[in-house]
């Protein structure tokens, strides 16, 4: 799943980042409250964790604003208020997790994925792909009753070219859903990726061209 991340301290960002992205997540960080409004109003991100004091704008007027313009995403909040009249504010603002710091990485990992299952994708909502059906929130492919088991970084192109229905998805928009937007990798990695799904999916009659200068289309046998 994508994870957008909006965390001022920047070593405190790194650990979530890096633990996140361990456990087959992509993050976007931003560590301004000012960037970040703009930034949430347009990402397609699965879930977002926001700090509540913040630079330029605090995670609370976010939040609000988010849930003003029906956002519905799951929001958890960091901060290091821990009285219960500050935690109300944050739930009553639209929260729907609240995580006090200090925190163990292993609890926060926790939450995200309860988080996460609560958006309970309805089984009709499968994604059918050629021959193949792909399930977004459990992020499994399964061919008939067979589930495929790729890594999570291709699993990550695969979600990312199939997203765009057939259309064709420029090397650094797949670099980005892969690892986060900003990330400091080289685009050669995406090409070495994009390389092995080509070869795992081939069996199952999906085909990845390269569009030179362009970037990668996805398309499927009928």
């Not at 633990?19 to 997540?25: P, T, Y």
């Not at 925190?103 to 499968?126: K, S, T």
């Amino acid at each position: 799943m994508r994870i957008t991340l909006v965390e001022d301290n920047v070593s405190l960002a790194k650990g979530i980042n890096y633990r996140l992205e361990d456990a087959g997540h992509a993050v976007d960080v931003l560590h301004d409250g000012s960037a970040a409004e703009g930034y949430l109003a347009r990402d397609q991100a699965d879930l977002v964790i926001l700090d509540i004091n913040l630079p330029g704008q605090d995670g609370l007027s976010l939040l609000k604003q988010m849930r003003g313009r029906g956002d519905t995403r799951p929001v958890i909040l960091l901060t290091a208020r821990a009285d219960t009249e500050d935690r109300v504010t944050g739930l009553d603002a639209g929260a729907d997790d609240y995580l006090i710091k200090p925190f163990e990485m292993a609890e926060l990992e926790a939450r995200v994925r309860a988080l996460l299952r609560r958006r309970d994708i309805p089984q009709q909502q499968l994604r059918t792909f050629g021959a193949l059906q792909f399930d977004p929130a459990a992020r499994q492919l399964f061919d008939g009753q067979t589930e495929i088991d790729l890594p999570r970084r291709e699993m990550s192109v695969f979600e990312c070219l199939l997203a765009v229905e057939g259309r064709t998805v420029s090397k650094t928009a797949v670099l980005d859903h892969v690892y986060g937007v900003g990330a400091d990798v080289e685009e050669t990695v995406v090409e070495v990726y994009v390389s092995r799904l080509r070869s795992r999916l081939k069996q199952y009659g999906i085909t990845i061209r390269t569009r030179r200068g362009l970037g990668y289309q996805m398309s499927a046998e009928t």
